[in-house]
């Protein structure tokens, strides 16, 4: 079974704080991962992609353990704009399933002055 | 301006009546993709096409078509709408053959009744 495991939170934390989300998937053969941001009623945008070695955006960190099979998503010095729900999203990215995408229900983050 | 735009924003709708529900994108990007967003169940995808006149099933296809005979365009088709289609649906596109780093529209919010 196809699944992208997350959190579903909510965090609550002060302006400045670190926070950390995981998100665990259940197929071994998935190829590509990302972070996407969604504020309320909104469309989804991309964060990040994830890649092995782990990448950095400014605060944002992404690390990728194949292995264990998770994603996180490490946010530093959090603002009150960073308040939103934030997605793993994992594609298989071979074969009959190059197109399929499998969605993360979502982590909600809330900051707070 | 490079977006996804999509077509109606909100329709409310009788069981049965059939509809489409348009998305178009200008950017040239060679990927497009439907997804529907529900309460607790967070986005599943529909269908997606990795190219002109190629179209694939998601992990929610039932009751719903697609078509992709030009680029820019990727509509989706409910013939027979059903009350558990109610949802919102957000298309997506990607500059790559491939769902990676994909640009959403910004919804449809339908309703059937």
């Known amino acids: 079974r196809k699944e992208v495991e997350q959190d579903p939170g909510p965090f609550n934390v002060p302006e400045g704080a670190t926070v950390a989300f995981n998100c665990t998937y259940s197929?071994?053969?998935?190829?590509?991962f990302f972070w996407y941001r969604q504020d309320c009623r909104k469309e989804p945008k991309l964060l990040m992609s994830?890649?092995?070695s782990g990448n950095e955006d400014g605060r944002f960190t992404a690390q990728l353990n194949r292995a264990s099979q998770y994603i996180s998503l490490l946010i530093r010095d959090s603002k009150l704009s960073d308040s939103a729900t934030y997605l793993c999203?994992?594609?298989?990215?071979?074969?009959?399933?190059?197109?399929?995408?499998?969605f993360g229900k979502g982590t909600k983050l809330s900051v707070k002055p | 301006e490079a977006q996804v735009t999509q077509n109606p924003r909100y329709l409310i709708t009788v069981t049965g009546k059939k509809l489409t529900v348009t998305c178009s994108q200008n950017?040239?990007?060679?990927?497009m993709s439907w997804y529907r967003q529900d309460p607790g169940l967070g986005l599943r995808q529909i269908y997606y096409?990795?190219?002109?006149?190629?179209?694939d099933k998601g992990d929610v296809p039932e009751g719903y078509k697609v078509s992709r005979k030009e680029k820019r365009n990727f509509p989706l088709i409910l013939e027979s709408p059903s009350p558990n289609q109610t949802s919102l649906y957000f298309c997506?596109?990607?500059?790559?053959?491939?769902?990676?780093?994909?640009?959403f529209g910004p919804g449809t919010r339908l309703t059937v009744t």
């Open positions: 994830v890649y092995s």
């Open positions: 096409s990795m190219n002109v006149e190629v179209t």
């Open positions: 197929n071994s053969a998935s190829q590509s």
């Open positions: 997506a596109s990607s500059l790559n053959r491939g769902p990676l780093e994909q640009y």
């Open positions: 999203v994992v594609n298989l990215g071979y074969g009959g399933s190059q197109g399929n995408l499998i």
């Open positions: 950017m040239n990007h060679e990927y």
